[in-house]
């Protein structure tokens, strides 16, 4: 266990000024010292491709390294429902103020005030930067911008490009970075995996790449690493993150040192696709903003095998409705999911396997007419047509909640900067700014106020202190080293030579998770888990089996080294729910509930955000904690009734 | 259900490749076509053969890294349809189902259905982009874009550049890719300033790579996202106003 303390670095001041104050106090690189500088980004997401474009623009040599083929395949591509800011454009009384005190509300008071605060204020700059760029922004019949509301929110302020906003502010991100590449201010190395984080005297001073294509581990150093790789949602199994969305970058600089908060706060999104059988190979997700239109719903009756439109109203149970009559169909997402989950549970669960609830259009069609229906979310029906042919303008959607998004994630201070100097982690692989639980339509607006709006400042606060100062070569030891140990997990993961592939034991992975980390936790069932992963992962080094050679595409071999990260994760996400014994946001422990089953909190103990030290696999991690102070907003028990 | 598939194996770019043919017995009608891979995969890791290697990632059409020539069409026989979302039940029991991969030049294959697309960012680096830079954006609503304009706008922004369009054509043409980000960007009056120094940058970037379009629509039909062929008429008829405007030279009487 090392001396270490935790400094968030935020800015005295009052909450409205702190990020004034701090970018007028942060030293700066005049412009033309920028290009003695090398900044290293990893993952060109929504954060990493935002934040390579912009600090190419500003004159820094970039290098961004992404595993997919091309930086448009990232998994930002997939948001559907829309992204926050505190426009007002519907005059409905939204504010900065308002946006701020929703996200740390709905977050459950687990964040922290001062981040959570700038991210409300940049959210205005990044709609602006985004329709500069050619962002197709829905727009009203004059011309104005659209906004729909999201869950969370008595307001309308999410903007969106039908049901494909992530995709299209990806483009834009990916965009911008393609000219910059044009332009020879950032150089990407696609299908290139970082296996290794390298830090000499205590700063991160580069990482170590695998080439998918040819196997080659090379070392690149620079001044300052990025890393935006995203969330550990797969650790699951079966979410609705990509396939090859992963946690190796964010864990490989975990073992090196930097701290990872809060690994319990995973969100289950109310509405995807329910499982259909043994072979399903990832959940889909049904955009948030369905619940705009759609109302949830379960027959009263217990075993009811009518048809659902054969159901008359008087016998349905608008249970999200009934129970929370303010928010109604947009509770938050954690909310939502424990309902529908007490329904399901409780036996009133619909469909073939009785493992959902209905999602249904029908009142909205008769309101607004089909083709308002098609206009708003035609995309999305279709897509739930493919998958479960039933056409959901006639019968009602069944939806039913699944692994969604992490809010834990790498520690790092107001300056996104992780505890180890000269590492910064930006967009979901940070813990930083939605707490507990993730408001819809919050995500692409952290991602996109990292990487545009925040890191491009702070980041020239670190890089002022090392002017002149040259980077650390890739022949030094500490290079040799990490490339050394990264070829030696590759030939090991090929040399076992097992009996099960690779996707048998993240399969068993997924199974262990979700029934005793997933929805509902208990002591009791955090403490199996706990004895079964360790057991399974040494099965998995025992027993794997990975074909093929290292210096090819080899598919298996990168999923083996994946997922043997996942093994060790899985560890820190149970430890730390463990530990939380209380329940807020998207982890609930079942001995901490309300009477009426909402989560209990327990703000006298566990205002904290728990940051975990690596010390050994299999040994126990060391727990940090950050106090969370609020100066600013109240703390109460969430009430969406 | 049953099919019989036979599949394309290529150890590498530079190495031939050929068929092989697998039969599976154990498919359920709900998967998708790629779940029903990952158990021919599964099937070959227990047999000691090396899996397929395919590219894929979100499984919900729209990351665009999926691609199979299934029985010769592109992403399959459903319409509007990426080969990750299309479904088992969509083929008859005991089918037989031939795999290749996207063939184009342009597009070399990695090993087996995996393929090198990166002559599409190319054409994005050479100009599928407006000059936007972070910080200089003015208030959103200051420029109105009527809806209809923000609508087609987004038609064509739909492209999630598959390479589906270039596998089905005759001419391994990327007009469809090309035109879909040329018509996005110029439809709107942020891309304005850039129009014609945009489409004559991207057309000719496209050119270095792909076939010519001789107007036989498969691309229409391939594509996942539907999107239209008109904007292939519309990137023409662009690049040829540009041809005739030389707007470095506008000052000068010709």
Known sequence: ?641 | MRVHLRVWRQASTESPGSFEDYDLDDVSPDMSFLEMFDTLNERLVAEGREPVAFDHDCREGICGSCGMMINGQAHGPERGTATCQLHMRKFDDGAHITVEPWRSTAFPVIKDLSVDRGAFDRIIQAGGYITAPTGSAPEANLTLVPKPVADAAMDAAACIGCGACVAACPNGAAHLFTSAKIAHLNLLPQGQPERFERVTAMVDEMERWFGSCTMHGECEVACPKEISIDFIAMMNREYIKARFKNRKLAAQVT
């Open chain 1, 1 to 641: 266990m090392s001396d270490i303390t935790l400094d968030a670095k935020v800015p005295a001041g009052p909450l409205e000024d702190k990020w004034d104050l701090h970018r007028f106090e942060m030293r700066l690189v005049a412009p033309n010292n920028k290009r003695k500088f090398e900044i290293i980004v990893v993952g060109t997401g929504l954060a990493g491709a935002s934040a390579a474009a912009t600090l190419g623009e500003l004159g820094y040599n970039v290098k961004a390294f992404f595993f997919h083929d091309s930086p448009r395949r990232a998994h930002s591509i997939a948001a559907q429902g829309g992204i926050n800011a505190a426009k007002n454009y519907k005059n409905d009384g939204d504010s900065v103020y308002r946006l701020f005190y929703d996200t740390i509300k709905g977050g459950d008071y687990r964040s922290r005030e001062a981040n959570t605060y700038r991210l409300a204020q940049v959210s205005v700059e990044i709609i602006d930067q985004c329709t500069a760029q050619g962002v197709p922004f829905a727009r009203e019949y004059g011309g104005h911008l659209d906004n729909r509301s999201f869950g969370g929110a008595q307001v309308s302020r999410t903007f969106y490009a039908r049901g494909q906003t992530g995709q299209q502010l990806l483009l834009g991100a990916y965009q911008a970075l393609e000219r910059q590449v044009h332009l020879g201010a950032v150089k990407q190395y696609n299908r290139t995996e970082m296996l290794d984080l390298v830090v000499k005297d205590g700063r991160a001073v580069g990482i170590v790449v695998r080439d998918l294509l040819t196997g080659e581990i090379t070392s690149h150093s620079a001044h300052a690493v990025v890393l935006a790789t995203g969330g550990y949602g797969n650790v699951f199994y079966l979410s609705t993150n990509a396939k090859a969305s992963n946690a190796t970058a964010a864990w490989r600089a975990h073992r090196r040192g930097a701290l990872f908060a809060n690994p319990c706060y995973t969100q289950i999104h109310p509405t995807c696709i329910p499982a259909s059988d043994e072979f399903q190979s990832k959940l889909v997700l049904m955009s948030e903003s369905l619940r705009n239109d759609g109302r949830v719903w379960v027959p009263q009756e217990f075993g009811d095998e009518r048809a659902p439109n054969q159901i008359p109203a008087s016998e349905r149970d608008y249970f999200l409705e009934r129970r929370y009559p303010a928010f109604g169909n947009l509770v938050p997402r954690d909310v939502a999911s424990r309902a529908i989950k007490r329904e399901v549970d409780a036996g009133r669960g619909v469909g073939p396997l009785k493992n959902g609830v209905y999602l249904d259009f029908a009142d909205a069609i008769d309101r607004l007419g089909e083709q308002t229906i098609r206009e708003r979310y035609g995309n999305l029906f279709q897509m739930y047509e493919r998958i479960t042919a039933e056409d959901p303008y006639q019968v009602p959607m069944r939806i039913y909640p699944a692994v969604h998004y992490t809010m834990g994630g790498l520690w790092v201070d107001y300056n996104l900067m992780s505890n180890v100097p000269g590492l910064y982690v930006i967009g979901e692989a940070n813990f930083a700014d939605q707490g507990a639980n993730r408001l819809g339509a919050s995500a692409l607006m952290q991602g996109l106020a990292d990487g545009y709006f925040i890191l491009p400042y702070t980041i020239g606060d670190y890089l002022a202190g090392l002017l002149n100062t040259p980077v650390v070569p890739v022949d030094d030891p500490v290079f040799a080293e990490a490339e050394a140990s990264v070829a030696e997990r590759v030939r090991s993961l090929l040399a076992v030579k097992g009996h099960h592939s690779v996707d048998h034991f993240h399969r068993e992975l997924g199974r262990i998770m979700w029934d005793n980390c997933g929805m509902a936790r208990s002591e009791e069932t955090l403490k199996k888990a706990l004895a079964e992963i360790p057991e399974l992962r040494e099965e998995f080094h025992r027993d794997v089996r990975v074909l093929g050679d290292d210096q090819s595409l080899n598919q298996s071999l990168e999923k083996a080294g994946r997922v043997s990260d996942f093994l060790e994760l899985a560890e820190l996400v149970c430890l730390d729910a463990l530990q939380r014994e209380e329940s807020c946001g998207g982890h609930f422990r079942v001995e901490h509930q309300t009477e009426e089953g909402e989560a209990l909190r327990d703000d006298e103990h566990f205002a904290f955000v728990g940051a975990w030290e690596f010390e050994g696999v299999g040994e126990r991690p060391t727990l940090h904690k950050e106090p969370l102070e609020f100066e600013f907003v109240h703390l109460a028990q969430r009430s969406y009734k």
